[in-house]
């Protein structure tokens, strides 16, 4: 009697799961080709977008916060009081690090208003550097403005000139674009890159878009996290989102070197009103 109760518990068992299996072939198997057209779409819409999308680096840098105020023989009493002072000096030295005037500062040293993107078949990316082929200065920083419509150039090699359009300008030259006058000069480390090809009489094609110093300064703010690594650290962590990463670290390190000039600047100046 007793093995009859199991064989009908084990062939209950079986019943049930062959109606589970039966089940689920009769309700989804019937839409396999939606399913293979959806991964394929969902697949090629993922390549699309790696293909065509410029991808994103991190630059991360740390830096140290010290408290010159503060002597080496400091009172322990003293500071038991002060208990949010090291906290006040890294909320402060993180405002001054994204502020607008250091930045600013930042964008003028590197000549950042000026990019030259290079004008690609799939993508177009920047051309930073050594890698970007011209050297373009203005003349009158603080008053720069956007460039309206597309301006284009290539390089002639042959002729040792630089195609704005259709207008032809020496490789060391003044130009002027929106009114506005420019030095340019041609990138030394880009030419030894492009003497392996010299049967090439001219260039590939950029874009060059002009931008108020202003803005890219507000940019960078956008782009640049800094934070204390922990709430009872002095230590701040850098960081820089971009898609040139050459210069993401010519950004942060030019604004930890123009962070100390003002920190020297701000010291001296406090020791001659004294």
């Given at each position: 009697?007793?093995?009859?109760?199991?064989?009908?518990?084990?062939?209950?068992?079986?019943?049930?799961?062959?109606?589970?299996?039966?089940?689920?072939?009769q309700?989804?198997?019937?839409?396999?080709?939606?399913?293979?057209?959806?991964?394929?779409?969902?697949?090629?819409a993922?390549y699309?977008?790696?293909?065509?999308?410029?991808?994103?680096?991190q630059?991360?840098?740390?830096?140290?916060?010290?408290?010159?105020?503060?002597?080496?023989?400091?009172?322990?009493?003293?500071?038991?009081?002060?208990?949010?002072?090291?906290?006040?000096?890294?909320?402060?030295?993180?405002?001054?690090?994204?502020?607008?005037p250091?930045?600013?500062?930042?964008?003028?040293?590197?000549?950042?208003?000026?990019?030259?993107?290079?004008?690609?078949?799939?993508?177009?990316?920047e051309?930073?550097?050594?890698q970007?082929?011209?050297?373009?200065?203005?003349?009158?920083?603080?008053?720069?403005?956007?460039?309206?419509?597309?301006?284009?150039?290539?390089?002639?090699?042959q002729?040792?000139?630089?195609?704005?359009?259709?207008?032809?300008?020496?490789?060391?030259?003044?130009?002027k674009?929106?009114?506005?006058?420019?030095?340019?000069?041609?990138?030394?480390?880009?030419?030894?890159?492009?003497?392996?090809?010299?049967?090439?009489?001219?260039?590939?094609?950029?874009?060059?878009?002009?931008?108020?110093?202003?803005?890219?300064?507000?940019?960078?703010?956008?782009?640049?996290?800094?934070?204390?690594?922990?709430?009872?650290?002095?230590?701040?962590?850098?960081?820089?989102?971009?898609?040139?990463?050459?210069?993401?670290?010519?950004?942060?390190?030019?604004?930890?070197?123009?962070?100390?000039?003002?920190?020297?600047n701000?010291?001296?100046?406090?020791?001659?009103?004294?």
């Open positions: 009697m007793a093995n009859s109760v199991d064989e009908f518990y084990l062939n209950d068992q079986e019943t049930e799961g062959d109606n589970v299996i039966s089940y689920i072939m309700t989804y198997v019937p839409f396999w080709p939606w399913f293979l057209i959806s991964l394929v779409i969902t697949m090629s993922a699309v977008y790696l293909k065509y999308t410029n991808p994103t680096y630059v991360n840098a740390k830096l140290l916060v010290k408290d010159e105020k503060k002597g080496v023989d400091a009172s322990k009493v003293l500071d038991a009081l002060n208990v949010f002072g090291e906290s006040k000096i890294v909320e402060n030295e993180i405002e001054i690090l994204r502020s607008i250091l930045l600013t500062q930042v964008v003028k040293d590197l000549n950042l208003y000026a990019k030259q993107i290079h004008i690609g078949n799939l993508r177009d990316i051309y930073y550097g050594d970007a082929p011209l050297y373009i200065t203005a003349l009158d920083k603080d008053s720069i403005e956007a460039t309206r419509g597309l301006i284009t150039f290539k390089v002639d090699w002729r040792e000139s630089i195609l704005f359009g259709t207008t032809r300008v020496p490789w060391y030259s003044k130009i674009i929106n009114g506005h006058s420019f030095q340019i000069a041609i990138n030394p480390n880009y030419v030894k890159r492009m003497n392996k090809k010299l049967s090439l009489r001219v260039s590939d094609e950029f874009k060059l878009v002009i931008l108020p110093v202003y803005k890219m300064a507000k940019g960078l703010q956008g782009a640049i996290t800094v934070e204390a690594s922990s709430k009872q650290s002095t230590v701040l962590n850098i960081s820089m989102e971009t898609d040139t990463p050459p210069l993401g670290e010519d950004v942060i390190n030019q604004l930890f070197r123009t962070y100390d000039h003002e920190a020297i701000d010291k001296n100046t406090s020791q001659r009103i004294r």
